[in-house]
């Protein structure tokens, strides 16, 4: 890796954090990219079909080495076995930002969706940065990872963090956070209950 580079990653690391880890997709079906806002009869439908197609993937964490994404002051985030479209990102978006452009952040970003929270733990860092979308209790040490509450707004501005993990320019972390922010709404599920890790 050239020096230039490799500065670079570690300048990242230190600003958003990083991945470690593994987890791997299998395909399900493909769908209408927004069928959930709303009941649309048959012939919308199979228009939205295939104007806004969107491809269901099941995501599965590699229970040896699970995918984590690690913030600069020690917290540790995981999501866990969950449906995902790895970024729903509308057409008009798609030049600049595909769907799989940034999947490791696409991914926790729906099971937070999902779930309403995320799987966090919290290893002693001193001097590391605290990002400002991590709840309280996620920044509490713990030797296990528990399950955190996240609100809608706190996803959103963890997803523009990890797309800066992954490489994406600020022209990338805005347009995503202000599509997240004026379309998530459809996608926000009240979810209860912890779910279950296995």
Request: hydrophobic residues 35%.
């Amino acid at each position: 890796m050239p020096r230039s580079a490799l500065k670079d990653k570690q300048e990242r690391a230190r600003t958003y954090g990083y991945f470690t880890g593994k987890a791997s997709l299998t395909w399900l079906r493909k769908e209408c990219r927004y069928e959930s806002m709303g009941k649309l009869c048959a012939v919308t439908r199979f228009l939205f079909a295939r104007m806004f197609p969107r491809t269901i993937y099941q995501f599965r964490q590699d229970r040896a080495d699970p995918l984590t994404f690690h913030c600069p002051d020690g917290t540790e985030v995981q999501p866990w076995d969950q449906e995902t479209d790895n970024g729903s990102v509308p057409r008009l978006l798609q030049p600049v930002i595909a769907d799989d452009d940034f999947p490791k952040s696409f991914w926790c970003h729906d099971y937070g969706y999902g779930t309403n929270g995320l799987w966090c733990r919290h290893v002693l860092n001193i001097g590391g940065m605290v990002h400002d979308w991590l709840p309280v209790s996620a920044v509490m040490p713990a030797t296990e990872f528990h399950f955190v509450r996240f609100t809608r707004a706190q996803c959103d501005k963890m997803l523009c963090c990890l797309v800066g993990a992954e490489g994406g320019l600020a022209v990338h972390r805005q347009a995503i956070y202000q599509a997240v922010n004026l379309l998530g709404w459809s996608y926000w599920r009240r979810h209860n209950g912890v779910p279950a890790r296995e």
